[in-house]
């Protein structure tokens, strides 16, 4: 079976994907909630994400990861996206937020016919200000991000903002609140909060202005995440054959 084809083979279809009865010939159900290559390019979704799912996210009870799941389940099994209400996982490198993000997305095509869109915060940017001189294709970018039915916006404010790129984030974060449309957002740093005297990471509302994390707090409950770092744990998994 391809990889990216969730689900089994269905026992109404045997896996053609279409059923006849006294109607006619009809698609199958099935058919709806498999998430296949074309829809992970829909969806934008990297490669090395397709494969992530709620089922198969590594928990750990010490960080309270039942509860975050807990909660993830109950927003996407909720109407609370027909608000424009988010979730903000924060945390640091490595501890699943963008797993999380990621099976959101494909639970609420499952789930709700939706398809969603996912962006790297950076790689969207980068992307924009490629094409952005007025040539379509930069505007089709970004009218596809800010009229998604639902937006991840993954690692939000891992570097300084340059006024263009602030300016961009501000448009979309504002016509999505606007319109009531939500977007999952996931952060290496906190949304707001007072910084220690000794401490010298910012947060998004001093990158980003108060005026946007005011409203990404009004449009997202915040999900904090902890954890080991899964990707160096991995690395020293290969590294001493363990």
């Known amino acids: 079976m391809n990889k990216t084809t969730i689900n089994e083979e269905c026992p109404r279809c045997k896996g053609l994907g279409w059923i006849k009865d006294k109607e006619g010939v009809r698609k199958c159900v099935c058919k709806y909630s498999q998430v296949t290559d074309s829809l992970f390019k829909r969806m934008n979704i990297p490669k090395r994400y397709r494969d992530k799912e709620l089922s198969n996210f590594i928990k750990n009870k010490k960080y309270g990861h039942d509860l975050i799941l807990s909660r993830v389940e109950e927003y996407i099994n909720s109407d609370d996206y027909l608000d424009g209400k988010g979730l903000f996982f924060v945390g640091p490198p490595g501890v ?122 009004e449009m997202c409950e915040i999900l904090s995440v902890k954890g080991q770092d899964m990707r160096t744990s991995k690395l020293l998994q290969l590294q001493y054959g363990k």
């Open 96 to 217: 699943g937020k963008t797993h999380l993000a990621v099976s959101i997305l494909k639970e609420f095509f499952r789930r709700r016919k939706l398809v969603g869109l996912f962006y790297d915060t950076r790689s969207l940017l980068f992307d924009l200000k490629a094409t952005f001189d007025g040539s379509s294709s930069g505007r089709e970018i970004l009218e596809d991000v800010v009229k998604a039915p639902i937006l991840v916006l993954d690692d939000l404010g891992s570097e300084r903002l340059s006024d263009w790129a602030r300016d961009i984030l501000h448009y979309i974060i504002i016509n999505r609140y606007n319109e009531l449309k939500p977007v999952i957002i996931t952060s290496n740093i906190e949304l707001k909060g007072k910084k220690s005297e000794n401490s010298l990471e910012e947060t998004l509302e001093e990158r980003m202005g108060s005026a946007i994390a005011s409203r990404l707090s």
